[in-house]
């Protein structure tokens, strides 16, 4: 099992930047693919990053590709989630999630721990 728990979200303005930490419980933080999610008030959760777990491959969603940044550290069990030219539209409580497995996936549901989110607001 693993525990997430994030941080670093906040209130920021349109065009401001954030950086979401979320740190994993546990020793096999390696052998776990991560992923962050975000879900908006009346709208269902939505894929945002995902990294393998050596690093080396990430994937994004269409809507902050070469806005956000997902790296991870896994000396720290920490993954990261730097967001730069943040946009209203970003708002959204993020959450961190981890897989077990070693094919890194955009799908939600193939997920199996989840941390309980923290909330970005960017106002405009």
């Known amino acids: 099992q693993v525990q997430l728990v994030e941080s670093g979200g906040g209130l920021v303005q349109a065009g401001g930047s954030l950086r979401l930490s979320c740190a994993a419980s546990g020793r096999t933080f390696y052998y776990y693919t991560m992923g962050w999610f975000r879900q908006a008030p009346g709208k269902e959760r939505e894929f945002v990053a995902a990294i393998s777990r050596s690093g080396g491959n990430t994937y994004y969603a269409d809507s902050v590709k070469g806005r956000f940044t997902i790296s991870r550290d896994n000396a720290k069990n920490t993954v990261y989630l730097q967001m730069n030219s943040l946009k209203p539209e970003d708002t959204a409580v993020y959450y961190c999630?981890?897989?077990?497995?070693?094919?890194?996936?955009?799908?939600?549901?193939?997920?199996?721990?989840w941390g309980q989110g923290t909330q970005v607001t960017v106002s405009s």
């Open positions: 999630a981890a897989r077990n497995k070693p094919i890194t996936t955009m799908t939600l549901g193939e997920y199996e721990h």
